[in-house]
């Protein structure tokens, strides 16, 4: 069973415990999204270590339909925030790519996620910070995050947490609801996370824990996932010599 308060508190024992060993007067930088990950993520941040010491950086591309969600989580929990539109600075590098070479959809797609790292991480060394990681368990499970992007940062408070249980925990740290069940969107396409995944998070989140899916089809879909992306998960492999 999970005890979402004690694993909150242990959470938020553990944020400060990194700022203590890595930066005792740094701040938390967060990318705010409006979802539910940064906003808990965010939430955490302020528990451990006081509003005062958590930044966000909303980081929209262009017009983003629900920036007022990432507006309220700054708002609800009172923190200085700062927005940087990342527009300019995506096309900027699509428009400079040699004409010989075909721009993939996958390289339109992670761009501005690798560029809104950049942004955090510009900020950052800007206000003597801290970069969160934002990716929860179910995400990083499947692949579902851009390596250098969002799967980057200097600290990851929920990369062992499922979605099922971050919602939890948002609950209990006192976000508004309206964030915490906020469907997840892409972004890019319209489609929800789990449309284009082809399965719920909250059958990932049983199997994850259990081992056990109902659809045999969909397991196949997530061990497949689950596979080709361990690489995300693990340190870049080096060659090892010993002069």
């Known amino acids: 069973?999970?005890?979402?308060?004690?694993?909150?508190?242990?959470?938020?024992?553990?944020?400060?415990?990194?700022?203590?060993?890595?930066?005792?007067?740094?701040?938390?930088?967060?990318?705010?999204?409006?979802?539910?990950?940064?906003?808990?993520?965010?939430?955490?941040?302020?528990?451990?270590?006081?509003k005062d010491r958590v930044i966000g950086v909303l980081m929209p591309q262009g017009e983003q339909h629900d920036i007022d969600m990432a507006y309220m989580l700054v708002d609800h929990l009172g923190i200085k925030h700062?927005?940087?539109?990342?527009?300019?600075?995506?096309?900027?590098?699509?428009?400079?790519?040699?004409?010989?070479?075909?721009?993939?959809?996958?390289?339109?797609?992670?761009?501005?996620?690798?560029?809104?790292?950049?942004t955090l991480y510009a900020v950052s060394q800007s206000v003597n910070g801290r970069v969160a990681n934002t990716c929860n368990m179910s995400e990083d499970w499947v692949g579902y995050s851009t390596r250098y992007g969002d799967a980057a940062g200097d600290f990851s408070p929920v990369s062992h947490i499922t979605v099922t249980e971050m919602k939890e925990i948002g609950y209990l740290l006192g976000l508004p609801k309206a964030l915490v069940d906020k469907t997840p969107i892409d972004g890019l396409c319209g489609k929800t996370d789990e449309e284009n995944l082809g399965f719920t998070y909250a059958e990932l989140d049983v199997y994850i824990r259990t081992g056990v899916i109902a659809d045999e089809r969909k397991k196949e879909i997530i061990d497949k996932k689950h596979e080709a992306n361990l690489f995300k998960l693990q340190l870049m492999p080096s060659f090892e010599y010993e002069g």
């Open 82 to 118: 700062y927005e940087v539109n990342i527009k300019d600075a995506v096309d900027a590098v699509l428009n400079h790519m040699p004409k010989e070479l075909s721009i993939t959809d996958q390289t339109r797609m992670n761009l501005p996620a690798r560029i809104r790292m950049s």
């Open 1 to 50: 069973m999970f005890d979402a308060l004690k694993v909150k508190n242990e959470c938020v024992a553990w944020i400060r415990e990194f700022f203590e060993k890595n930066g005792p007067s740094c701040n938390a930088v967060v990318g705010i999204s409006g979802g539910k990950d940064s906003s808990i993520v965010a939430a955490l941040c302020v528990e451990a270590l006081g």
